[in-house]
């Protein structure tokens, strides 16, 4: 049985990313109203924010950028009764306590004003910088002035920029109040969280501003794609970050020779939880061009987001495979494009996404060079494999690609929020297959043990070129029902292995490169409303199977095991993103390089499941 996270922030937080956060605080009249509901008689509203707001700035990264605006606290009546009064800095744990203790609940709600100068408050970001901004508005009640109104202006203030995020908080509140908060939360690309008591109010305030400051670390050269092929930027190997709105294509200049691999990827980096259908995409496309100017497709792949309770990070990945006989359009050098679609529904979150692109390339194998056969079986790595066991190990995932936490084998535990992903990267090599588990814990409810809400757990797994492989295998499952009660998921790869490229199944396909493989766990949005803690635990069982070879070709040296302190030295080897895999051509392989450089030639006979396949498409 796992134990339950405790309501206390986990020790081993993350650093602090690039966003800000700027609490806006209900200090209304109503405020001064006691709480109710069985609580102590004699306690405020105002009393219950201020615990929770001091919750709050504990659990924050040192220095994450927070101020705090309110809004009623200076007059008994008046619709600009808005002030800032800790300005967003580096976070000021005393300053902000003492600021909260200091306000006497007494005058009006204008929401939709101090929304307004609230987004005035955050730090502008530096020139090309892609980070999340945050208003986190607390209220009991809905705007008692009338304008501006509080949703037009949060749609307003979202169409203005990248990365601005309104979440809000109702404070007991019920019907046109809550449909207000809602609605702000809705336009502002954001969340609503409920608080029916104080208890519930220090939770859900917690979540909401640790989500905004655990953001998705982005990396990349800043790079402005096009609608149209015109004028696209070349986009060499490496890694680069854009913007795509709903509806937009985004083309990218793309040189290839003649012989290698090229990888391409594309991950949509939504606000936490925002508003998404089951079947919003995203897309990339390889295109390639006649003579007579006609798009061709060289190889597509697309991901949905499969749930419809809020956004999380979305990747896909294509390749450019030169088929083994040398006789597709696509095998032939020259410039192509990369070509992003991101398609979504009526009702979705209307905001730009950052988006993240990697480039990376895999130079052919020395010429005459045998490669070890394809291994598209999962075998020893299926579903009953044994995984270890034992006490887990606390750890901090990472918040993308980019700042994954390495493991190796072994049993691990972190917590996660409602709405977050956390991702952790573990080195497989030629040979080894990748085999998971992951446990989200049984918790207590926020009514107890009876209760219907249901939310899910799920997880992907990606190769070191950022291709998912974990949906779609007819072997494992990538999501589960989580209602407060224990569930898992079982998940894992194939042996990585050089000629897998050839195989029609993309999830083998992609397995063909040795390097860091990314574990990413989500848990739903929707578990906001299920699990009384802020986190909920989740256990990793993790295996690396099988004997490491020495490199890609047939029979190959098994290599000597690391010795105990070498298990995580094998690092990335600084290329796209830190994705295990590179624009030049060299691969880690214990204290040297197998150097990967050109010519190909596969003189195993393999009858295995081509299905007319190209080897194009992975």
Known sequence: MLAPAPAAVAETAREPGGGSLVMVLDSSGSMADPVGGGEDPGRTRMAAARDAVG???DGLPDGHPTGLRVYGADRTSGCTDTRLVRPVA??????????VAALTPKGDTPIGLSLRKAAADLPAPSPGAITTRTILLISDGEDTCGTPQPCEVAAELARQGIGLRIDTVGFQVKGKAREQLECVAEAGNGRYYDAPDADALARQLQRAARLSADGYRLRGTRIEGT????????LPPGQYLDTIGPGEKRYYAVDMDGTSTVNLGATAVPQPGAAVDTVDRLATTIVWVSGIGDEGGCATRTQIFHQDEGAVPLTSAVSRIPTEKRYSTCDNAGR???RVV???????????????????VEKPLPAGTVPAPSQPEYGAGGPEAALPTGDPKDVRGGTGFNDAKELGTGVFRDRLLPSETVWFKVPVGWGQQLRYDVEFADEPTVDGSGSTARSYGGTEVYTPSRHPVGTGTGVFT????????????????????????????PNVAATRTPGSHYVAVTLGAEAAGIARNPEIAVVLRIAVLGDEKAGPEHHARVKAPAKQDESTARADTGGAGGAGWTGTTAVAVGGGALVLLAGVL?????????????GRDA
């Open 55 to 57: 919750t709050v700035v």
């Open 336 to 338: 192509y494009w990369l």
């Open 478 to 505: 990538s999501r589960t029902t989580y209602t407060g009660e224990r569930a898992a998921l079982k998940m894992g790869t194939v042996p990585v292995a050089w000629s897998n490229r050839y195989e029609a199944d």
């Open 602 to 614: 596969i003189a195993l006979g393999r009858a295995r499941r081509r299905a007319g396949r190209d």
């Open 227 to 234: 609608p149209t092929r015109d004028g696209a930027p070349a």
């Open 342 to 360: 991101r398609e979504s529904k009526p009702g979705s979150d209307a905001a730009r996404w950052p988006l993240e692109i990697v480039h990376g």
């Open 90 to 99: 580096p976070l000021d744990r005393a300053g902000l306590k003492a600021a």
